[in-house]
Every structure is written in structure tokens, then in C-alpha cells.
């Protein structure tokens, strides 16, 4: 079993849908909690840090469920520019991140 | 441009060959990392360093590949006897060390291609 694991997709959406990700992790000792973002052939870039209570950045909201062990992106109101790759990122300890292997978006007009 | 830096952007090698990637990471960042990345994959991690100090390195690793940062600043990444699995993006990255809230910033990534 991997130890961040991610629906890979593809999602195709609409221009103005909301649309949810979510990815599990399998080491409860896990401490802190990333979205990035990877357009095509390019690397990849934050998006957002998860915290144990929410947070919200525009158009995006990341939720962390400790118990569970599962984070989610919200993104409402997509837009064409938000299709991309969508990478979960676990810190187990300071210095080495662990990568899901991404879950793909598309919007479409 | 004061991001993360990698050079090259493409190698193409013969198997057999070595290759040495470098990467130059944010000035006032003290942590390095490389990873490596496969399509439709997420990175790998491979190694990191704190200042010239590597700190860890990935079990998966083989003995083939050998990362260094003297003084701290540039890193190399060096693949000795290249093999047609060794082909992907790799991918170095730094951050300011701010403990388990590491934020990474990404170069544009070397493409190896090995025939």
C-alpha cells in the first residue's frame, strides 16, 4: 500500500462546477499536510498548506481529517485555468515529503 | 531569476553512460532536495540535505547514485552506469528548513532519457 494515496481521475468538469479530491494517508504520525499543483510538463508548485482546522484560499478549501486520515480540495466556481494534476503531500518529519501520485482536472468550457 | 535552478533540462545517454545533473537552489534556503518523477506518477524522494549535511536518503536508492552539496550552496546528482529504468524527470527542490511546515520550491526538473 502506498502512503499517500489519490484517485487519479481523470475529472472533467464544466466552467463553473465545484469539484472535491480526496487523498488518504497511512502513517498516523504524520505532522503536516500540502496541496500542490503540476500543470503539464512542468514542475510542481504549492497550492496550499492543510491545517487541522480548515483553511480556506479563494476559490479553494483543504480540510484534514487526523482520525480518519484523509485530506480534501475543494475547488468551486473551476475554471479553465485549474485544469492541472493535484498532488497530495504528506510531511512524516521535517525534510522529506511524501507525494501521492496526483489526481488529474480538467475543465472544460 | 532567483528560483530553483537545474541544468540541463534534457540528457539523452547510452546506457552505461554516467551522467551529473546539477541544481542550484533559492540563495537563503539551507535544504535541498532531489526527487525523481516518472509519468503519471507523483516525485519520489531521493535525498535531502540540511546546509552541506546529506540527512537522509531514500532505501530505494541503489548504489549507483550519489548526491553532494559542498559549502552548502549548489548540488550534484551523479548516476553512475545508467540504466534504461533510470529514465525520468529529476527533479531538485529547496525550502528555507521551517521544520515539519516545509514548503518546496521546484526547479523545472532534468529529463534523462536513457537508450
Known amino acids: 500500500r502506498k502512503e499517500v494515496e489519490q484517485d487519479p481521475g481523470p475529472f472533467n468538469v464544466p466552467e463553473g462546477a465545484t469539484v472535491a479530491f480526496n487523498c488518504t494517508y497511512s502513517?498516523?504520525?504524520?505532522?503536516?499536510f500540502f496541496w500542490y499543483r503540476q500543470d503539464c510538463r512542468k514542475e510542481p508548485k504549492l497550492l496550499m498548506s492543510?491545517?487541522?482546522s480548515g483553511n480556506e484560499d479563494g476559490r479553494f478549501t483543504a480540510q484534514l481529517n487526523r482520525a480518519s486520515q484523509y485530506i480534501s480540495l475543494l475547488i468551486r466556481d473551476s475554471k479553465l485555468s485549474d485544469s492541472a494534476t493535484y498532488l497530495c503531500?504528506?510531511?512524516?518529519?521535517?525534510?522529506?515529503?511524501?507525494f501521492g501520485d496526483g489526481t488529474t482536472l480538467t475543465v472544460k468550457p | 531569476d532567483t528560483g530553483v535552478s537545474q541544468d540541463p533540462r534534457h540528457k539523452i545517454t547510452k546506457r552505461g553512460q554516467n551522467v551529473t545533473f546539477r541544481c542550484d537552489p533559492i540563495?537563503?534556503?539551507?535544504?535541498l532536495y532531489w526527487y525523481r518523477q516518472t509519468l503519471g506518477q507523483g516525485p519520489e524522494f531521493l535525498t535531502y540535505?540540511?546546509?552541506?549535511?546529506?540527512?537522509?536518503k531514500s532505501r530505494l536508492l541503489s548504489d549507483r547514485f550519489s548526491a553532494e552539496r559542498p559549502k552548502g550552496s549548489f548540488s550534484t546528482l551523479e548516476i553512475q552506469r545508467t540504466e534504461q529504468g533510470d529514465s525520468a524527470m529529476y527533479l531538485c527542490?529547496?525550502?528555507?528548513?521551517?521544520?515539519?511546515?516545509?514548503?518546496?520550491?521546484f526547479g523545472s526538473g532534468t529529463q534523462l532519457s536513457v537508450l
Open positions: 540563495s537563503e534556503h539551507n535544504r
Open positions: 492543510v491545517y487541522s
Open positions: 502513517n498516523s504520525a504524520s505532522q503536516s
Open positions: 503531500v504528506v510531511n512524516i518529519d521535517a525534510g522529506k515529503s511524501t
Open positions: 527542490a529547496s525550502s528555507y528548513g521551517q521544520g515539519e511546515y516545509e514548503k518546496l520550491f
Open positions: 540535505f540540511q546546509n552541506e549535511a546529506q540527512l537522509e
